[in-house]
Every structure is written in structure tokens, then in C-alpha cells.
């Protein structure tokens, strides 16, 4: 009976053996096929997200195309008018007064006999500490 079990160990020992190499193997191209799939995958997202950007790009440059689009571009882009029109350009008052005023009073802070370097970095920090409170 012990020749049968060493028979048995011996078997399975070998078995063990030849899995362990299997895996071993296996192991690296199993690894390579993966990291591989995983790139392709990677390069294929990428491929779409291009095409994407390709129809996107050929669809702008369609509506370029369109005599109609180009001017009301122009139009917005570049406030061109067409002969004969009259432009107004609506500015807002109060944004306007509110930076005069501020920058009135900054002046008038300013030191009257002082040198020229030391006007410029009174008046860096006096519009640094009129910012910060208004924050």
C-alpha cells in the first residue's frame, strides 16, 4: 500500500509540476495580449474621438462656405455694417462712473511731494487695498 500512495504522491507531484510550468509559460504572453488589448482599446477611443473632430471641423467649414453665415460673422465678430446702416455701440454708464470716481479718488490719495517711484508704489497699494475691501 505505501508503493501505491508514493506511486499516487509522485504522480501528483508531477502534475503539480507540469501545471506550474504551464503557468509559468502562459504567464508573460497572457500579460502582453492584455497590456495589448488594453492599447488597442486605448487607440481605438482615440481613433473615434478624432473622427469626431473631423466632422465637427467639416461641418464649420461648411457653414464657411455659406455666403449668408460669413456675413453675419463679420457682423457680429467685427461689427462691420453694411452701406447705408448706422451702427450704435450701447456702453453701460454706471460701469463707466463708478471706475472714474474710483480712480478720482485714488489719485487724490496719492502724495503730492513725493518722487515718482514712490507715487507709483503708493499707488499700486492703494488699488490693491481699494480692491480688497470691495471684494
Not at 509559468?24 to 481605438?44: E, G
Amino acid at each position: 500500500m505505501s508503493e501505491r500512495l508514493n506511486g499516487l504522491n509522485a504522480r501528483a507531484v508531477a502534475l503539480a509540476v507540469v501545471v506550474f510550468m504551464l503557468a509559468l509559460l502562459l504567464a508573460a504572453p497572457a500579460q502582453r495580449y492584455f497590456a495589448q488589448r488594453a492599447q488597442i482599446s486605448a487607440l481605438q477611443h482615440k481613433l473615434s474621438a478624432s473622427q469626431a473632430q473631423v466632422q465637427q471641423a467639416r461641418a464649420e467649414l461648411e457653414r464657411w462656405r455659406d455666403p449668408a453665415y460669413i456675413k453675419t460673422q463679420a457682423r457680429a465678430r467685427l461689427h462691420f455694417v453694411m452701406p447705408g446702416e448706422t451702427q450704435y455701440i450701447v456702453i453701460d454708464s454706471s460701469k463707466t462712473k463708478t471706475a472714474a470716481s474710483s480712480s478720482a479718488a485714488i489719485a487724490a490719495n496719492l502724495p503730492a511731494q513725493a518722487a515718482w517711484y514712490q507715487r507709483l508704489v503708493s499707488s499700486i497699494q492703494l488699488v490693491a487695498n481699494v480692491g480688497s475691501s470691495s471684494r
